[in-house]
C-alpha cells in the first residue's frame, strides 16, 4: 500500500475550482516536494490530506486512513500523519518540553514516565536537546520551527507534512530548518512537503511534483524534473534555477 494515495481530487472554493483532479501516489519512504505558483493549490491539496480543508469530490487515504470530515476518523488520522506549518503555532506559556508532550499526554495517553525519554529523543533529531525548558520567545524563527517538527514527531507519525514551512525564515535560519528536513529524510521518513526552495527539492527530495493552475502538470524523481522538464510551464517555472 502506497503511504499515500491520492485519486481524482476536486475542491472549490464558492464557485472558483482549485484542485481540479488530483492524482498522486507516495510511497513509504519516499520525500515528495510539490513545487509550483502561488495559487497553483499546493497548500490546499496538502490541507485535504490532512483532513483541514474539506472537498467536493475524489479520495485521499493515508497512513492506511481515508480522509472524512467525521471527527473520529480526523483524531485516528491526525495521530499518525504530522503537519508543520509555516507559522510555528507554538504555545507561548508553555516550555519547549510541555509544547512537545502536549498531545502525547492527552492524545496518545502516554504515561509521566516516558516524557523525559520523548523529549530527548525529539529534541536530539532536530538539533535543539539543549533547549528543553527554553520557551518559545527565548528561541530563534529556525529554533521555533525546530521545535514544532519536533512535536510533531512526538506523536511517532507516519506520514509528515510541511506547508511552506521556511517562508517566514531569513536565509541562514532556513538552512537550519532544511538541514532538520533532510536528517528525517535520511533516516526515512515519508514526507511531502509544500516549497520554493528549488536546491533542496532537487538535492533531497526522491520525487518533485509540479502543480499548475489546480493540477499535477508534471511529476517524477526529482532530478529528470529539474535536468529536463518536459513543458513550457515548468521550463519557465524552474529556469532560474537551472542557470
Excluded at 23 to 32: F, K
Excluded at 172 to 196: N, R
Aim: hydrophobic fraction near 40%; glycine fraction near 8%; charge should be neutral.
Amino acid at each position: 500500500m502506497p503511504a499515500l494515495r491520492i485519486e481524482n481530487l476536486r475542491k472549490s472554493y464558492g464557485a472558483m475550482p482549485v484542485l481540479k483532479g488530483i492524482d498522486l501516489s507516495v510511497e513509504q519512504g519516499d520525500v515528495v516536494a510539490v513545487i509550483g505558483r502561488s495559487g497553483s493549490g499546493k497548500s490546499t491539496m496538502l490541507r485535504c490530506i490532512n483532513g483541514l480543508e474539506p472537498f467536493e469530490s475524489g479520495s485521499i487515504e493515508v497512513a492506511g486512513h481515508k480522509v472524512s470530515t467525521a471527527t473520529p476518523a480526523l483524531r485516528d488520522l491526525r495521530k499518525e500523519v504530522g503537519m508543520v506549518f509555516q507559522s510555528y503555532n507554538l504555545f507561548p506559556h508553555l516550555s519547549v518540553s510541555e509544547n512537545i508532550t502536549l498531545a502525547p499526554r492527552v492524545v496518545l495517553k502516554l504515561p509521566a514516565s516516558e516524557m523525559a525519554g520523548l523529549v530527548k529523543d525529539v529534541l536530539g533529531r532536530v538539533g535543539l536537546a539543549e533547549k528543553a525548558n527554553a520557551y518559545p520567545d527565548e528561541l530563534s524563527g529556525g529554533q521555533q520551527q525546530r521545535v514544532a517538527i519536533a512535536r510533531s514527531l512526538a506523536m511517532k507519525p507516519k506520514v509528515m507534512l510541511f506547508d511552506e514551512v521556511t517562508s517566514a525564515l531569513d536565509p541562514e535560519l532556513t538552512g537550519e530548518v532544511l538541514k532538520t528536513i533532510a536528517e528525517l529524510a535520511k533516516a526515512g521518513m515519508t514526507m511531502v512537503l509544500v516549497t520554493h526552495e528549488m536546491g533542496f527539492a532537487r538535492r533531497v527530495a526522491t520525487h518533485t511534483v509540479f502543480m499548475n493552475e489546480g493540477r499535477v502538470w508534471e511529476q517524477g524523481p526529482s532530478e529528470q524534473i529539474f535536468a529536463d522538464p518536459q513543458t513550457p510551464e515548468l521550463k519557465s517555472f524552474v529556469a532560474p534555477d537551472l542557470k
